[in-house]
């Protein structure tokens, strides 16, 4: 045992003593920072580099798709077991082993002879990325013992993480530009160099002082629910609502019920359940799971938007949404700072609403000169939810006693990635919908050659349009325009209502409270 794990564990179990102080916290940050903005950037340069990628490999439709979702599934499977194995084996270890599995297997990415073996090497990507969000955010709340330091910190930290997601594009397309498709995953190696080496010296460890055992059947349950539900939402997003996948989220929700009720009977839950008396915990975590489906479905909308009803090239279109990722750094950053003389409560409050005037912009987008007001709605609605999420995500990881912030930041991480799925599941659905419907009034200027092929999506417009060519294509592209605009602007006005109802939650219940930072679990109240 390490001297950092016996200065930890002799520490009492509701107050471990911070080992860094100073500007050892921040250059442990620093260092956190490293694998955030990694796991970020992997999934925007892994787009990017698709189309070469399954050049070179021959990878068919199937395999593509495997490719790209399988890295989600495990992550978001995983995310309930490592916070909970960080908080028994050590966070610090369970950083560490996994930022060096995530090395080993971004090698075997990059060096990928068939599709099956990125397929599994993306797979073991994954288990090694679930272990990164949990990991960090409970160390930022070991290393930061103060709540102000710790709410700027996990600003940095998730300011980070946009960061690398806005940056991403432009990396993956300078390597791709000057080095073949694998080169994207060697980015990894490096990161995760520093990782190791600088890790052991400037992170401490922690680990539950009467730590017990995993509990393997809620570990597999977890997994039986989360998996099958994801892979029906995205399933239902991407081809409709077919058996299998409607399927799958059924059988997902009733393995939950089972994972719940386990959960309440085990000496040792994978989630402590009282963490949702407090009605600060459960609002935010409302509140982020509504918030990110609806910014995940309508990020999807905009990027379409942006490239087949403005006209933008992909670069370009990547360029204006820089302002939407900046307006997010910047307010994650803002947040807390200004949350040293406003309720924190009521500063989230007053984030969401911002969020739901964005919202309300984007719903009065036009298919003729409509950028300005895409650029500006949803610079508001990124800038809105940064703050409110930043200070969000330091209540849920700071409402938990110290033994459990690696379990309270895998249900902050699990909430994220379920809104997003079902942002992109849910609003893909409507916004198809009013699609087609909008384009069956289009009357001639959808010609009935091209009809099956137009309705299938935006994409499939396009495509059918420029295989017409001249007026009878141009008319096809403005009437298919028109439809997606309308659907954007419908699945906005959605937004803005749902917005508008978690902003009067928030006011009932928090904007006007402390906002206690009270631990649960460990004999404490929140209120």
Not at 41 to 51: G, K, N, T
Not at 198 to 208: D, F, I, Q, S
């Amino acid at each position: 045992m390490t001297n950092a794990d016996q200065q930890t564990n002799t520490a009492a179990p509701g107050n471990p003593q911070p080992e860094t102080h100073g500007v050892r916290q921040w250059l442990g940050l620093a260092v956190l920072a490293l694998p955030t903005i990694l796991i970020a950037l992997d999934m925007s340069v892994l787009y990017l580099a698709l189309p070469a990628l399954s050049q070179g490999l021959g990878a068919d439709q199937v395999e593509q798709l495997w490719i790209t979702d399988i890295y989600g599934f495990m992550v978001a499977g995983l995310l309930i077991t490592m916070g909970s194995l960080g908080d028994r084996l050590g966070r610090r270890r369970l950083l560490l082993i996994g930022g060096a599995l995530f090395g080993v297997a971004s090698l075997l990415a990059a060096f990928s002879a068939t599709p099956a073996m990125l397929i599994a090497a993306r797979a073991l990507m994954g288990i090694a990325g679930a272990t990164v969000a949990p990991s960090t955010l409970a160390l930022i709340s070991n290393i930061f013992s103060d709540p102000k330091q710790r709410a700027l910190a996990i600003g940095v930290w998730l300011a980070c993480f946009m960061g690398g997601n806005a940056v991403g594009p432009i990396i993956g397309g300078l390597l791709l530009a000057h080095f073949w498709w694998g080169s994207v995953f060697l980015l990894a190696v490096p990161v995760m160099v520093v990782l190791l080496t600088a890790g052991p010296v400037l992170l401490p460890e922690y680990r539950h002082p009467e730590g017990s055992r995993l509990d393997l059947p809620s570990v597999v349950l977890s997994l039986l629910a989360i998996l099958p539900f994801i892979y029906g939402l995205k399933e239902v997003a991407r081809a409709g609502a077919a058996t299998l996948p409607v399927a799958a989220m059924a059988i997902g929700l009733l393995l939950a019920v089972v994972f719940v009720r386990r959960q309440r009977t085990v000496p040792s839950p994978l989630i402590d359940l009282r963490l949702f008396r407090s009605t600060p915990f459960t609002v935010t975590l409302v509140m982020m799971v509504v918030t990110a489906m609806l910014m995940g479905g309508t990020f999807l909308f905009i990027s379409l938007w942006l490239q087949l009803v403005a006209g933008l090239t992909p670069f370009v279109a990547g360029l204006w949404l820089v302002p939407q990722m900046v307006a997010m750094i910047i307010g994650t950053l803002l947040a807390p700072i200004l949350a040293r003389r406003i309720r924190p409560g009521l500063l989230v409050t007053l984030g969401v609403l911002v969020t739901g005037i964005g919202f309300g912009v984007l719903s009065r987008t036009t298919a003729d000169g409509g950028l300005a007001t895409v650029v500006l709605g949803f610079a508001l609605a990124c800038g809105g939810i940064g703050g409110a999420v930043a200070l969000g995500t330091d209540l849920v990881v700071g409402s938990a006693p110290p033994a459990k912030a690696g379990s309270a930041a895998s249900i902050s991480e699990t909430s994220n990635e379920l809104g997003i799925a079902l942002g992109i599941a849910v609003l893909g659905s409507i916004g198809s919908v009013v699609y087609r419907a909008q384009l069956a009034r289009a009357g001639d200027a959808v010609p009935a050659s091209s009809r099956q092929a137009a309705e299938s999506g935006i994409t499939g417009a396009a495509e059918a349009a420029d295989a017409l060519g001249g007026e009878a294509g141009q008319r096809l592209l403005t009437a298919a325009g028109e439809a997606f605009t309308n659907s954007l602007t419908t699945v906005a006005a959605i937004g803005a209502g749902l917005i508008l109802a978690v902003v009067a939650l928030c006011f009932a219940t928090i904007a006007r409270g402390q906002y206690s930072r009270e631990r649960v679990g460990d004999g404490a109240e929140t209120s």
